[in-house]
């Protein structure tokens, strides 16, 4: 199973009190239903391409109304087409209809959030909770991206939802993509507090562990990354200073150099891969005092600027 399947399938056995209930089913029709009109009458329809989802509509509708659902399989003929399952309520349409506020004076079915619906903080995570039930998705944590995403069928209602989203901090967008609307999180600390809101608890562990674990490991590899990058740069500097005590070497006798450049020369070409740090520890080793850091540095520049003046008097 997915990442997003083990999360639903947490969400659907969470018990929920009878206002979550209407709430978490209001937002599982308002994004995946409508209004059906046939010579038999009109029908709420409701449709997703999960069973266990569907059987979890099932059951709230017949706790909640004690009323008669259908549903019918249908077959994916199209390739890659998932297969369809079609809970139709024939019984008390218009009382469901208006108890779960999804009654539009001019579509007929509101594809939206009523404001009486969320008006607790309880009946909020459960309408985010139905509404992820309904068409939501998660990356698995193992991924190279975070990224959530729940889809909706109308601008309006990606706005309204990105809203009550972000009523919790969780820095929700929206976006146009073909016919349908995403309102999407990238951050996985929101990701996390997303589902810690909804109440995915496993989920969650899941999501924090391994989130954990890739954050420690490229950690790991920036840090590894930055000391391979100083260590190059180490080397590089190396080289130039080798090349100039060469260059040096070839024009000018040792006995007309200075002590400290004597020096400097020394413990460049005896550790000729050592940082500036390490020759400033070593020279203890060698000399009875430590040269500094920046001793040393000013030597090597002392001994470009010795190159330097003898080439050019060499020229002239």
């Known amino acids: ?47 997703t391409t999960s069973l266990p989802l569907a059987r979890k509509v099932i059951k709230t509708v017949k706790s909640l109304y004690k009323v008669h659902v259908d549903v019918i399989y249908k077959k994916g003929v199209k390739l890659q087409k998932k297969n369809q399952y079609v809970v139709t309520i024939r019984e008390n349409v218009m009382t469901i209809m208006h108890e779960l506020n999804l009654m539009d004076e001019e579509t007929g079915f509101a594809h939206d959030i009523d404001e009486t619906l969320v008006m607790k903080d309880c009946d909020k995570r459960a309408y985010l909770r139905g509404a992820f039930l309904a068409s939501g998705s998660v990356n698995a944590p193992v991924s190279s991206s975070y990224h959530l995403e729940v889809s909706v069928p109308t601008e309006g209602f990606a706005e309204a939802l990105r809203d009550l989203f972000n009523e919790y901090d969780l820095k929700a967008k929206t976006l146009k993509k073909k016919r349908h609307y995403l309102v999407y999180v990238k951050d996985s600390e929101k990701i996390s507090d997303f589902l810690r809101i909804v109440g995915a608890t496993n989920a969650l562990f899941t999501f924090e562990d391994e989130r954990i674990k890739r954050d420690f490991v490229n950690s790991i590899t920036r840090v590894m990354n930055m000391e391979i990058a100083n260590q190059n740069k180490t080397f590089e500097a190396a080289k130039k200073q080798l090349n100039q005590i060469t260059l040096l070497e070839r024009i000018m006798d040792e006995d007309d150099m200075s002590d400290s450049v004597k020096e400097a020369i020394f413990l460049r070409k005896t550790y000729p891969e050592a940082s500036l740090s390490e020759l400033s520890e070593l020279s203890k080793k060698h000399y009875n005092k430590q040269i500094s850091k920046s001793g040393l540095n000013h030597r090597f520049r002392a001994i470009t600027k010795l190159v330097g003046k003898v080439m050019e008097d060499y020229r002239e």
Request: charged share 15%; hydrophobic share 45%.
């Open 1 to 47: 199973m997915s990442f997003t399947s083990d999360a639903k399938k947490e969400l659907m056995n969470i018990e929920q009190k009878p206002c979550c209930e209407i709430a978490s089913l209001s937002a599982m029709l308002a994004i995946n239903g409508y209004l059906s009109l046939s010579s038999e009458g009109m029908s709420l329809v409701f449709q």
